[in-house]
Each structure stands twice: as C-alpha cells, then as structure tokens.
C-alpha cells in the first residue's frame, strides 16, 4: 500500500483560511465517540448550541450546526428559505456574494444582484434602493469576503429589511468570532459560518442560528421524513428542495423531539464545541480586539515592506490584508518559495484580482504576535530574492511600532 | 462558562452505527492541517482517491469524498443524476429505501417504488419487471440497510441495467468495508458510503464513486462557479439544483484543474484516508471474513440467550443482527440499563419495527471476540434482572462455539 501514516508538513497557515487549527481543537477532535442518542451525546449538543448563541451574539433558540463545510451552511439557509420563484437581491462586493447568487439559482429563486466594484462595500441607502425596486423576500449578505479582504457593514440593514418586511441573510464565514458580529441587535435573521477561519477549527462544521420569523418560513415547508413518520404527522405542503439541507427536519433532530435526520459528525462537533469554547474563554470583544491588532501590525508591516493595500480600508476585515503584488513580481513563484523555504503559507486571489493581489490572513489561532512577524521577516527575505527593493527589517519594525503604541 | 473540555464517557458502541472509532483514526485526524492548495494536501487528495478505489473494487477516476454525513453522498448522487422529471425506480425494504424516495422526490424527479415487507429482499426478476414497466433513467437501490439488517443482492442488477439502458445507483453505506461489495464487477455506476459503520470511522464524510457513464451524466449537467469563471468556460444547460452537492464541480475540484468548490474538510480526509489504510493493510477479502466470523458469533450467541432473530437469514448482512424483544420485556428499558450499568450501547428501531426489534451490529473496529464477548454477557445479566429466562451463559457459550469452530 503506498500511503504510509498522515504526516503533515509543518505549516503556518497565514491565507485567507483554512488556517491552522489551535491545538486545543485537535485535541477535543480526537476523543472517542458515544451513540447518537447516548445523554452525553444530546448533553453535548445542547451545549453546543448555547455556547454558539454567544458566539453569534443571539438568544435564537434555533442555533446548531449544519454537517458540512461553511457552503453547505449557505445552502441549507437558501434552500429552506426560498421556494422556486421567490425573489431575493444580493448585493455583491467578491466572489461570495456570486456564491450567493449561484446558489439562490439553484434553488430556483428569482435572484437580483447588485454590485460594486471589488474592494468596495455598499451604502445602506443603495440596497434599500434596491429593496424598494425589486421588493424581495430576503436579502442575502456576505459580511467578510476574504477574496476582497473588505466588509460590508450591516449594522443598519436589520432595520431596512425589517420595515420592508424582508428576512436577512447572512454568511459570516470569515468574520465571525474576529470580527464584531451582533445577530440579534443588527436583527439578521439567518446567519452561518464555518470553524476555518476566525474560529480557529477545521472546515466541516457550519454553525448557522434563525430568528423565530425565519424558523416559522422554514417549517411551513418541512415534514417528517417519509421512512419515521408516525401517524398524524402531518404532509409536505411545498417542500424543501433538498433533505439532507431541509433546516425543518435539522431543527426537529437537534430539538427536543430528536427526531432522527442524518447521523451527527460527532467529531466535527466535538471540534466545533472546543472553537467555541476557546473564543468564549478569552471573551469575544477581546478575541475581536486580538484580531484587529493582528490585523492592523500585517497592514502596517505590509505597508513597510512597500506594499500597497488592496481595497477600501475604511471597511477592511480584521484578519484579512490584501495587498498589490509589486509589478515585475511573480506572485505565485513568492508564495512558493514562502511555502517551501519557510513553511509559510499566504494566499492567492480569484477572478479579476488573481496574480494581482496577496491574501494575508492574522487569523484565530494565528493571530499572534509571532505569526505576524515571523511572516514579515520571511516574506521581506523571499522579497528581496525576488529582486524587490525591501527596507531592511521595514515589515517588522512596522508590525512591532503597532504592538508598541497598543502595549 | 458551563461546558467543560470534552470528556466522552467510555463506550462500547455496538448498535447499527456510529460505533466506537478506530483509535489510528482519531490519531489520523488530530494532524495538523496544511493549506487547501498545497502539495500535501492535493497528494493526500490523491492518495485518498487511491485508496478509494480498491476499497470500492473499481478503476473509476471518478472516486472521492462528499463534504458531509453518509446522507450528503447519496443526495449529491441522485441531484446531480436526476433531473426534474426523470424517471427513477427505487426497490424499497427499509427505512433507507423511503430516504431514497424522499431525497429523489425533492429531486423533482418522478419515483416509482417497489415494496417487500421489511426483513425482506427483492429477487432480480422483480426488478427487472419493475424496470421493464417503469422504464427508469435511475434505477436507486440501498445495500443494506440496517433497519432491517438484510442485504440486498445486487450481484445481477448491473447487467439488468445494462440491458435496459438505465443508471444503477446503490447506497453501501452500511455495508462497504465489511461485507463483499465489487462496483466494477457488479456493473455498479455510482455507490456511496460513510466513515460510521464498517469502516471504523466518525461520520462525516462520504466517500463515492461514479462510472465513466455517470460522469458522463453528471458532467452534461455542470459548469463552472460564477465566482471563479474564466472566459470560454461553457455556460450552463440543464443546470443541476444544488450547488454544494454538484458532482460535476466537486470531481473539478478532486480532479486536475483543482477548480475551488468548497474548502475541503480535511480533518474529515484525515480520518477517512485512515480508515481506507486500516482496511486496506487487513485486506478487504480477511475484514469481510471477520466481520462474517464476529456476526455469525453474535447472532448464535443471541439465539442462546433465547432471542429470536428478525429478518431473512439467508440474506442477513455480516455486521448486524436483528433479535426480537422478547414478550413483556420493555425494549428501551434494557438498552438504558445496558448503557447506564455497562456502558454498552445496543439499538433501536424505526418504523414498523419500533419497539419489537433490537438491532446489534458487530462492525469495523467493534467486529472483534471481545466486544461480541462482553455485550452477551452483559445483556445476559441485563435481561434476568428484567425477568426474562436466560439460559445461564448461553451467549457467551453459543458465541464460543462459532469461533472454536472457527479456529
């Protein structure tokens, strides 16, 4: 057999994600299994969703983790939310927000999209604007969208939708738990994320959380499964286009009813469990503010070694910088030499920015003070091989300028 | 902060799954992650498929994860096959056959089922009627299925398929790694599976393959992200409704041109490479004898403490046995003791079959003499103190007697 035994390469993982997972996670992923009923096993759930009510900053009781990768979150809110020929608008900033769109589309909806150019966000008058014209039922979001590195605030979109009575949605994938994320102050009805990125874990969990107005959208159209279904349960009405997404039967799983659905990745939840508990130790205003550090000593660093910035800072991520790789400069053959001679991993881009701009991500457990500068230091050696002209030490002695004034 | 590190009490896990995971696997799944793009992880990609294929028995190319439960496997199978309308027929002998119904009805496919009484299996001329009057693009069938605890044939379905012109799909879920399963052989297009019964892994993850004539399928119906298109990429057809489970985009993913679909879960990769290594270092062939050896010593042993067997013997699967409880006895009242005083889990049942049927599986890791050993004596004790007439060791003694026939 040629596969000898996983032996991962060290890595320090400053992409845009994945990013290395803390150790505290791998640990928690590796305790043994119990049944999918055994008390320990609805005990764990239970506490899962508390601890993940905290972390999305929401009394939702309807706050669990859907078994898939942070786009299978995506999924499961698009199909449970929206019926063939429903209308939704996206307001699309980087290649999330064509994610969005794409799989509005498959689930048949009426999608509308508008943009901005990427780098930007939008104003909040510009997608009430657009809610007035196209009057949808929902409005789906990205809050970070790491191929950009830019956010779209939403503090003041709750409200809009609220007053056209339309549900909000958002993907918070790459912001929450390093980023400020207010669930139920900003009233989104619909949130997911993955454990990939600020989250510190692997991908494969996709924590998500509903507004009691968003469940009751969802269980007008669930049912119970045809293989469980007990006399008097009621018939589908129109139904979810999907099961393994249907958010009415998930609901009804890890509700007190336990009604069976799929059977619960409980390791992924073991190490979904361990991410928030991590975030919740340290408290998440003081992990947003460890990512903003982080974030802002790469910015400065990057800005030392005379890298421009790429997007509208006023609106960057915490713990995603985007910078122009320099002219003349083979962006991939850097990143190579990052990776093989100092086994530093930052990342490329997609669509209209690739081979133009660098992705650096400060990110969960990466976000340190030693990742940071040990990043610059290596990137400013792997620069100057490259014929750049760097200023000797610029990105660490500018990281370090940014840990002073803040120490 | 109420949640504690995880500390799973100890489990001897011998329901119909999840049960108790190999501990190389949760050693293969705290390693460190790498970057989604970097060597390591697309040669893992690779090796993994490797393995795959001979744990499958097939030359498909087409061999590779789904991000999510076993469920996610089969869904992504019939949504990227179906389209609304096709024809697809499903023999149905358990509660998975009425999963199959389900998923492809939402499909918008146009199902037809055939029913046996549960415990039952089909002989291929039935189906083959079945096909005949149906005249099915799909013919969607599961293996075994562990409500019942029978397998069905599947030995003369490919060439029936064949005959006709129809796709064969079959969910080996519950049965791959443990019982004789040859795609290639069989004329089988598509299978999947997950990591949770005989393969000794958590759920998670879905390991499928396709046939060149699925892919075929499947690849009529993709195309390529919005997000990450490039001039010239084909724009769609006939577009397949999901994007997450779009097999077409996920194997450009596992494929040459590594296009981004999802993050991948790599933990999940992790653990589901080192269940195929496990398996695959004992050799499909010698895991099938075993877990034939452990359950045919599990099913003498019940029938020596009295229990009846449920199901069709002739066609029983390896790895679980069906025993009715007996008259009088409260069926879940045992299990509890069993869990609560021995840690011991046995399980339930659905459906019709709720509270009349225990179901004990004998599979991946647990497939060995001293978990068949430990649950008889213990559900021995079990029973007396519940009232029943125990033959005084008559487990234990009846397993025994398998396996010094055995020696």
């Given at each position: 057999m040629p596969a000898?035994?996983?032996?991962?390469?060290?890595?320090?993982?400053?992409?845009?994600?994945?990013?290395?997972?803390?150790?505290?996670?791998?640990?928690?992923?590796?305790?043994?299994?119990?049944?999918?009923?055994?008390?320990?096993?609805?005990?764990?759930?239970?506490?899962?969703?508390?601890?993940?009510?905290?972390v999305f900053a929401t009394a939702?009781?309807?706050?669990?983790?859907?078994?898939?990768?942070?786009?299978?979150?995506?999924?499961?809110?698009?199909?449970?939310?929206l019926a063939p020929g429903d209308r939704v608008l996206v307001p699309r900033f980087g290649r999330f927000g064509h994610l969005l769109v794409e799989i509005a589309e498959r689930c048949g909806a009426e999608v509308h999209a508008i943009d901005v150019p990427w780098g930007q966000v939008f104003v909040p008058e510009a997608i009430e604007a657009a809610i007035r014209e196209v009057r949808p039922k929902l409005?789906?979001?990205?809050?970070?969208?790491?191929?950009?590195?830019?956010?779209?605030?939403?503090?003041?979109?709750?409200?809009?939708?609220?007053?056209?009575d339309v549900l909000?949605?958002?993907?918070?994938?790459?912001?929450?738990?390093?980023?400020?994320?207010?669930?139920?102050?900003?009233?989104?009805?619909?949130?997911?994320?993955?454990?990939?990125?600020?989250?510190?874990?692997?991908?494969?969990?996709?924590?998500?959380?509903?507004?009691g107005r968003a469940v009751a959208v969802v269980e007008a159209r669930t049912s119970v499964e045809a293989g469980i279904r007990s006399e008097g349960d009621p018939v589908?009405?129109?139904?979810?286009?999907?099961?393994?997404?249907?958010?009415?039967?998930?609901?009804?799983?890890?509700?007190?009813?336990?009604?069976?659905h799929h059977t619960e990745a409980t390791t992924m939840l073991y190490g979904a469990r361990e991410c928030a508990r991590i975030l919740?130790?340290?408290?998440?205003?003081?992990?947003?503010?460890?990512h903003r550090l982080h974030g802002e000593a790469m910015l400065a660093g990057m800005q030392g070694l005379g890298l421009a910035p790429f997007g509208d800072l006023a609106h960057r991520?915490?713990?995603?910088?985007?910078?122009?790789?320099?002219?003349?400069?083979?962006?991939?053959?850097?990143?190579?030499?990052?990776?093989?001679?100092?086994?530093?991993?930052?990342?490329?881009?997609?669509?209209?920015?690739?081979?133009?701009?660098?992705?650096?991500g400060t990110m969960g457990y990466n976000a340190r003070r030693d990742a940071v500068l040990t990043t610059l230091a290596a990137l400013e050696a792997v620069l100057r091989r490259h014929g750049v002209r760097v200023p000797t030490a610029g990105g660490t002695e500018a990281a370090q300028d940014v840990y002073g004034a803040a120490a």
């Open positions: 000898g035994p996983i032996d991962p390469p060290a890595r320090l993982l400053m992409g845009p994600g994945p990013i290395t997972v803390h150790p505290r996670v791998l640990q928690a992923m590796s305790a043994q299994l119990v049944g999918q009923y055994d008390p320990f096993m609805t005990t764990t759930m239970t506490e899962t969703q508390e601890l993940y009510r905290e939702n009781d309807a706050t669990l983790l859907v078994d898939g990768t942070s786009r299978a979150g995506i999924e499961a809110a698009l199909v449970s939310l409005l789906a979001v990205v809050h970070g969208d790491t191929s950009t590195t830019v956010a779209q605030p939403l503090e003041e979109l709750g409200a809009i939708c609220r007053a056209h909000l949605y958002c993907d918070a994938t790459a912001t929450l738990g390093g980023n400020p994320f207010r669930t139920d102050e900003w009233g989104v009805d619909v949130v997911t994320a993955g454990l990939q990125k600020c989250l510190g874990g692997p991908s494969g969990s996709s924590p998500i959380t509903l507004s589908l009405r129109e139904r979810i286009r999907s099961n393994y997404f249907d958010l009415g039967q998930i609901l009804q799983y890890w509700g007190p009813k336990r009604l069976n919740l130790e340290e408290g998440v205003a003081a992990a947003v503010a460890r991520m915490t713990n995603v910088v985007g910078v122009r790789i320099p002219d003349g400069v083979h962006g991939d053959a850097v990143r190579s030499e990052l990776l093989e001679d100092y086994g530093i991993e930052i990342g490329t881009s997609f669509g209209p920015l690739h081979g133009r701009v660098w992705r650096i």
